[in-house]
Structure formats: structure tokens, C-alpha cells
């Protein structure tokens, strides 16, 4: 049993050690990059989310105060965990996985549209900070399709 258990930890440290790895390459760090992704990220949701973009423009909500966080963290602080895990095993199982992950963030503001719309500035902050349970592998295949759509209206 002590066997098993060690061999057991040493694969999990052994994943852990390789998602760290695959989050470290895939996200924005330097100031450059990131704000380079905030700006493509805005033209995608601007584009097809407008009439959200418009509501958080008139909530003055500065895309500075969540997008960022969502690009360079892949929601590991505003998702349950579960909802978590079940995200990144597709970023890491699937190749160019974390490719999808701004597109996963367009399908997370979709999903929700009609209630932050709804919402004040403060509101939607704490929204975007803390979001629901949600079924995940719904959220996966709206941000394929959104993905799918950026080609087409050729934002890439």
C-alpha cells in the first residue's frame, strides 16, 4: 500500500509540476504581451458582445480591473474548483488546449449576459470576481463555436 500511495503522489507532483510548466508558457506575463491580449480580447467581445461591452462601458468598467486577471490566471481564482479542474483538463489534455482560453472568457460573458446586464459597476466586479457553478463541458464547446466565429469574421 505505502507503495502505491508513494507512486501515487509522485504522478500527481509529476502533473502538477507539468501544468505549471503549460500555464507559465501559455500566459501573458510581461506588461507588454499582456495588455497586447487585453486589447485583442476587447475586440473580440466588442465585436460580439456588444451589447454587453456597451453595458459595461456605461457601467465604466475598465477592462483593466478584470481582464487581465482572467487572461494571465485562467480563472484559477474566480472559478469553483471543480468548474476549475474540469477546465483545465481540457487546456492541458488537448493539444494547443489553453489556445481556447480567451474564448472560454467570450463564452463565461455570453452565458451570463442577460443577468450582468442587469448589473451595476460594483455588481459586475464582484461577478466577474467569484462566478458560478456552471456546467463546464456547455461553456467548452460555446467557446469552440466562438472561436469558430472569430476565423470566420476573420478577427485572427
Not at 476587447?42 to 457601467?59: A, C, I, W
Not at 459586475?124 to 456546467?135: E, K
Request: hydrophobic share 45%; proline share 6%.
Amino acid at each position: 500500500r505505502a507503495c502505491v500511495r508513494a507512486s501515487v503522489r509522485a504522478c500527481v507532483r509529476a502533473c502538477v509540476r507539468a501544468c505549471v510548466r503549460a500555464c507559465v508558457c501559455a500566459a501573458p506575463t510581461d506588461p507588454h504581451s499582456t495588455t497586447r491580449a487585453t486589447g485583442v480580447f476587447m475586440t473580440y467581445f466588442r465585436t460580439l458582445v456588444p451589447g454587453l461591452y456597451n453595458h459595461f462601458e456605461e457601467e465604466e468598467l475598465e477592462s483593466r480591473q478584470w481582464v487581465p486577471n482572467w487572461l494571465r490566471h485562467f480563472f484559477a481564482f474566480e472559478l469553483p474548483l471543480p468548474c476549475l479542474l474540469r477546465l483545465w483538463d481540457t487546456y492541458i489534455c488537448e493539444p494547443d488546449g489553453f489556445d481556447l482560453h480567451p474564448f472560454v472568457c467570450l463564452a463565461f460573458l455570453m452565458q451570463f449576459k442577460d443577468e450582468m446586464e442587469e448589473m451595476e459597476n460594483y455588481e459586475i466586479r464582484a461577478f466577474l470576481q467569484h462566478l458560478p457553478t456552471v456546467d463546464m463541458d456547455q461553456i467548452i464547446a460555446k467557446a469552440e463555436n466562438v472561436r469558430e466565429d472569430v476565423v470566420a469574421l476573420n478577427l485572427i
